[in-house]
């Protein structure tokens, strides 16, 4: 039998609300959630439409 073991469920859930209804990937929305929760304000990103998103601020050229 296969586990999951996740440490922030609630961090979890926002992040697949967020990906369901957002232009970036899962991955990317679970990391800004993480570093949202110990206090970042944004994630840095070179995608320009994860960019647009709240908890991104757009770095790219």
């Known amino acids: 039998m296969r ?3 996740v440490a922030d469920r609630e961090v979890v859930r926002r992040a697949l ?6 232009n970036a990937d899962f991955p990317d ?3 800004a ?3 949202h929760v110990e206090g ?6 070179f995608d320009p439409k994860a960019g647009r998103q709240p908890l991104f601020e757009y770095i790219g050229p």
């Open 3 to 5: 586990q999951l073991i």
């Open 29 to 31: 929305h679970l990391l």
């Open 17 to 22: 609300a967020d990906y369901r209804h957002g």
């Open 40 to 45: 970042c304000e944004a994630t840095a990103t």
């Open 33 to 35: 959630w993480l570093e």
